[in-house]
């Protein structure tokens, strides 16, 4: 029998056991185009391992040159094809199910990778400061060395001290978070003004794209990571609440199967 395996970052956190930004825009890819699947969970130490044991690619170097192996990555059984990335991931769902509602426009993945870069520099990175201590508690123990380690040879310091809670160091993060939401704000309202769209999706229309769905899956992981704080209300009820209704317009492509 043929099947989507799905390989997602498994943890112990009690609001999901997805979490990870890079993942959760694949699954909100399947839900969305109503591809069935089974999810296979991964510790993160363990990454490597089963993407080599599955033939899956490196996405990227680490700095000492070798290989990185990173989740999701996705094998059709079909086919017997086995894809890293998660844009690359989305793209072959667009190619290899037609019948499905699309999410890249044929030709755009290009100019769709950049809006990611950006995203990420406006948003995610700066984010991940705040919420690296929060994942290192919620992965099962396992993880604990691996994550650890290579998380504070990347910060250059201890997880506690990244962005501790209270800090005039978490205070500045989190106004540069603010910020890059209010910047990703203006690129909806250019939609909008000059395009008579809605301004509740980047593309226009009632239905999302790959940019409202990869938005969407960075603000998940803060939710899930960080939803219990003031920063992260207050960012969510910027102009009106803005941000907490987008949000809420993907609630129907939250099943984790």
């Known amino acids: 029998m043929s099947e989507l395996v799905f390989y997602d970052i498994t943890c112990n956190s009690s609001k999901s056991k997805a979490w990870s930004a890079n993942t959760w825009i694949v699954r909100y890819a399947f839900n969305f185009k109503g591809l069935k699947y089974r999810t296979e969970w991964v510790e993160l130490c363990d990454i490597e391992v089963r993407c080599k044991a599955i033939g899956a690619s490196a996405t990227r170097l680490k700095s000492d040159g070798s290989p990185e192996y990173t989740l999701p990555v996705i094998h059709n059984s079909t086919t017997n094809t086995v894809v890293s990335d998660s844009l690359a991931i989305v793209a072959y769902l667009d190619n290899a199910y037609p019948d499905t509602p699309r999410l890249l426009p ?71 978070v603010e910020n890059g939401f209010k910047k990703v704000a203006t690129w909806y309202d250019i939609e909008k003004d000059q395009d008579g769209g809605s301004g509740l999706f980047i593309e226009g229309g009632q239905t999302p794209g790959y940019a409202d769905f990869l938005l969407a899956a960075r603000m998940m992981w803060i939710e899930i990571t960080l939803g219990d704080t003031e920063a992260w209300a207050r960012i969510k009820n910027l102009d009106g609440g803005r941000w907490a209704r987008f949000l809420e317009q993907f609630n129907q492509y939250n099943v984790v199967l």
């Open 106 to 176: 044929p030709g755009k993945t290009g100019l769709y990778s950049a809006f990611r870069e950006t995203v990420d520099d406006s948003i995610t990175f700066k984010a991940y400061r705040l919420n690296v201590h929060r994942v290192y508690l919620f992965l099962n123990p396992c993880n604990e060395t691996h994550y650890r380690g290579s998380r504070e040879q990347w910060f250059g310091m201890k997880l506690e001290e990244v962005a501790p809670p209270g800090s005039e160091v978490e205070m500045k993060v989190w106004k540069e």
